[in-house]
């Protein structure tokens, strides 16, 4: 199943309202929520607040600051990843696992 982000009026209502941190702030739950607050890497649940966001392509390679880029991770998976090619970290860290791979690239595409 793939993830989708919330899209619903109140959403976007608040958005239009809030000051730049509150909407960055329910952006980035909204990333959490979509994905049932689980690490996209490991797949392990967390609280909200135990969730990081993660940039599938780094920050420091380019990436944006945009929904398709910004996955929830744990922190433990966020500081293992670092700048790195996430493909290439989640198959050196994991066993072979098609449906997380799937999640993932449903995701950033």
């Not at 993830?3 to 909407?23: D, F, G, R």
């Not at 609280?47 to 990081?52: R, S």
């Not at 940039?55 to 390679?61: D, I, K």
């Not at 929830?72 to 997380?100: E, V």
């Amino acid at each position: 199943m793939t993830p989708v982000l919330p899209t619903s009026e109140h959403y976007l209502q608040n958005l239009i309202v809030m000051q730049s941190s509150q909407a960055k702030k329910l952006w980035r739950k909204a990333i959490k929520e979509a994905n049932n607050y689980e690490c996209i890497y490991c797949g392990e649940k967390h609280y909200e607040h135990d969730l990081t966001i993660d940039h599938v392509h780094p920050r420091t390679m380019g990436g944006n600051d945009i929904t398709c880029n910004c996955v929830p991770a744990c922190r433990s998976c966020n500081q293992s990843k670092g700048s790195q090619n996430w493909l290439t970290w989640f198959r050196n860290n994991f066993p072979p696992n098609h449906i997380r791979e799937s999640l993932i690239l449903d995701w950033i595409q």
